[in-house]
């Protein structure tokens, strides 16, 4: 395989036609090398509109759906930010590319290993990479300019939201299937404004709650 020419097509067939059309994200999904962040048995997949498996659970998402999160997310370089789900480190690399510093928040302490050691190979020194469950974010280290879950969740816990900076975005995909929406909340004072962006369906994020059958 032509790595740099599967890299390309990837861009141009994929993910510009999905609506990225941010040259500082195309850029980085240049230099960034993706393949270095897929498990070795799922190298060939590296490139492919598809979600890789990763073990215990979890996957990579897919190429298109990455490079649109990044993009809506509009991150800067002063900004703090907050992923729930490591999974590789890939989307923390790309956080980490765009943002002042990043904490990634991963359930499975083997993918969490892994997944410092990708980050470290690759150069990103200004993500840190907690093995621990994510759904009630990090008080912590609140409040946060952006946060990113990359899975899917029945619905955003507002204590998550909670942990945002005025002015702060959150994006998550909300849903179940076969209907799920990325969203992005915005914080405007005590409120936060909500944006559908695309819909999609991805895996499901561990340790977040499904949503009640009930409502009243």
Known sequence: MNVEQARFNMIEQQIRPWDVLDQGVLSLLTLLKREDFVPAAHKALAFMDTEIPLGHGQFMLAPRVEARLLQELKVTRHEKVLEI???SGYMAALLGHKAQSV???ESQ???AKQAAENLKRAGVLNVKVLAQDGSQGLPAEAPF???LLS???????RALLEQLKPG???AAVVGSEPVMRAMLYTRVGNEFKTQV??????PRLAGFAEASAFSF
Request: hydrophobic content about 45%.
């Open 151 to 157: 899975g899917s969740v029945a619905e955003v816990p």
């Open 103 to 105: 904490i990634s928040l």
């Open 109 to 111: 302490p083997e993918l």
């Open 197 to 202: 962006l695309f819909d999609t369906v991805v």
């Open 85 to 87: 789900g490591t999974g």
């Open 145 to 147: 300019d952006v946060i």
């Open 168 to 170: 702060g975005r959150l």
